[in-house]
């Protein structure tokens, strides 16, 4: 059992950065690949990045190469989504989620899922 909690969203103009955090209880974290999902108004959740269980491979959408990066601190059990050059189309509700498989992007195939932590960038 992994429990999740997100945090360091909030309002921040077209070009800034965020950086998200997400915490994991249970002593299994660095077995679990992680995600980062993220969710509009009115659209389907999507997958945002990816990082393996040891930190050897990471995956992005499209949209977000070269701007997001994920990491993750097996120490700390934490996972990480820096967010730089932000953009007016990357408002969402942003997930943080784990899993047994990898590499995968799809929404089913992550097991355990946090509460989300809002993104707002304004134009």
């Known amino acids: 059992q992994v429990q999740l909690v997100e945090s360091g969203g909030g309002l921040v103009q077209a070009g800034g950065s965020l950086r998200l955090s997400c915490a994991a209880s249970?002593?299994?974290?660095?077995?679990?690949?992680m995600g980062w999902f993220r969710q509009a108004p009115g659209k389907e959740r999507e997958f945002v990045a990816a990082?393996?269980?040891?930190?050897?491979?990471?995956y992005y959408i499209g949209s977000v190469k070269g701007r997001f990066t994920i990491s993750r601190d097996n120490a700390k059990n934490t996972v990480y989504l820096q967010m730089n050059s932000l953009k007016p189309e990357d408002t969402a509700v942003y997930y943080c989620a784990a899993s047994t498989r990898w590499p995968t992007v799809l929404t089913r195939d992550y097991d355990y899922w946090g509460q989300g932590t809002q993104v707002t960038v304004s134009s």
């Open positions: 249970g002593r299994t974290f660095s077995s679990y690949a």
């Open positions: 990082i393996s269980w040891n930190r050897g491979s990471t």
